[in-house]
């Protein structure tokens, strides 16, 4: 990519370039983890246990996602509050 393409390119569209080349990574370690793990398993002298994606991986298998910060209906309902509020005042004037 050239300067003036890359000074170009608005925060959104960068940051999605961003996201494209780090999943495009993940694959790319997940498929050569799925190929060690494949070869360790079924070679020769393979380990009485099998190894698992999860021994290859530690960092992407079996990590929970945080979940999104739950409100309360209180809270809810202060903020709904509030937004009607805010949409009174442009559709008033």
């Not at 959104?12 to 060690?36: G, P």
């Not at 002298?45 to 979940?67: F, M, N, T, Y």
């Amino acid at each position: 990519m050239r300067k003036d393409e890359f000074f170009a390119l608005t925060p959104r569209l960068f940051l999605e370039l961003v996201e494209q080349e780090r999943l495009r990574s993940r694959e790319l370690q997940a498929l050569f983890a799925l190929l060690r793990r494949d070869v360790i398993n079924f070679s020769m002298c393979h380990p009485k246990k099998a190894v698992e994606l999860s021994d290859l991986l530690p960092s992407e298998i079996g990590v929970r996602q945080p979940s999104p910060a739950r409100m309360s209906p209180k809270r809810r309902a202060a903020v709904a509050e509030k937004l009607r509020v805010a949409m009174g005042m442009f559709a008033g004037g």
